[in-house]
């Protein structure tokens, strides 16, 4: 759990075909899956992510960074950082890394489990992944994690 004054974060699992949404916050510590977000190939729907952002106002945001399994840096690694700058610079909120490492893998194994004990009725798709692994990224930092190396 994080120190200081209670805040709202969105979180985003960064991909070039969809970006993965979740919201949370500092007093429960908990993250809950967001609809996705399309990531055209001329960048992301800036319109829908500027509609989360409104609708919930939170006070930073958080961008998962691939790293490889054995640390270094994926190929992802500097795309998921300049759009996190690029989130940083339009909405004026600070932004913060977390290593996500394995959070889809996470994600898909625990939308699975759901789905097998009757939780879930509806298929696992794609986009319920990278949502999932979108909380998955934002529990870590409400946890106390940060990237690699930071």
């Known amino acids: 759990m994080r120190d200081g004054p209670a805040q709202t974060a969105l979180a985003f699992d960064f991909g070039l075909k969809r970006i993965g949404v979740a919201?949370?916050?500092?007093?429960?510590?908990t993250a809950a899956p967001r609809?996705?977000?399309?990531?055209?190939?001329?960048?992301?729907d800036w319109t829908a992510i500027e509609r989360e952002v409104k609708a919930l106002q939170p006070q930073l945001l958080?961008?998962?960074?691939p790293y490889n399994a054995d640390g270094s840096p994926g190929k992802l690694t500097a795309s998921?950082?300049?759009f996190g700058a690029a989130l940083e610079h339009?909405?004026?909120?600070?932004?913060?890394?977390?290593?996500?490492?394995?959070?889809?893998?996470?994600?898909?194994?625990?939308?699975?489990?759901?789905?097998?004990?009757?939780?879930?009725?509806?298929?696992v798709q794609r986009e319920h992944?990278?949502?999932?692994?979108?909380a998955v990224i934002l529990e870590r930092w409400l946890s106390g994690e940060g990237p690699l190396g930071e």
Do not use: M, N, Q
């Open 23 to 29: 919201s949370g916050d500092t007093i429960t510590s």
């Open 35 to 44: 609809p996705v977000v399309a990531h055209f190939e001329s960048g992301p």
């Open 62 to 65: 958080v961008v998962g960074v």
């Open 80 to 82: 998921a950082r300049a």
């Open 90 to 123: 339009r909405f004026g909120l600070p932004v913060k890394y977390v290593d996500e490492r394995f959070s889809s893998l996470e994600a898909s194994e625990e939308l699975k489990r759901g789905r097998a004990s009757g939780e879930r009725r509806r298929r």
């Open 129 to 134: 992944i990278d949502s999932a692994a979108a």
